[in-house]
């Protein structure tokens, strides 16, 4: 990542300057396991989340205050939680706790020299 961004930094400043400051944020995903790694890396439950709000916003198409518009994402919120709570699965964590299980003994192992 360095040599990108010492051969871009004069023509692209701020882009190489966002690069640097958010780059392990961006390929945190990559840590997980495979199986997790598309369900993390994509937007997909937001964006569906945001639409069904945008559904029902252009139903009701005019709100009173800002109390109603909390109230509708509140109520919409909470039934999304009550479906992922109750509906399928969307991650099987046992793979995941195993995997973490692994990642912790591995870094707590103590290496002797000598």
Do not use: C
Not at 72 to 96: C, H, S, V
């Amino acid at each position: 990542m360095q040599q990108t961004i010492d051969r871009f930094q004069d023509h692209a400043p701020k882009a190489m300057e966002i690069l640097d400051e958010g780059f392990d944020d961006a390929v945190a995903v990559l840590m997980l396991p495979a199986p997790y790694r598309v369900k993390t890396r994509t937007t997909n439950a937001v964006e569906r989340l945001n639409s069904e709000i945008r559904r029902r916003e252009r139903v009701i198409r005019i709100f009173p205050n800002r109390e109603s518009v909390y109230r509708l994402i509140g109520a919409l919120l909470m039934e999304q939680d009550e479906k992922w709570a109750m509906g399928n699965i969307y991650f099987d964590m046992t793979e995941f706790k195993h995997w973490r299980k692994e990642r912790v003994k591995a870094s707590n192992k103590v290496v002797r020299l000598g």
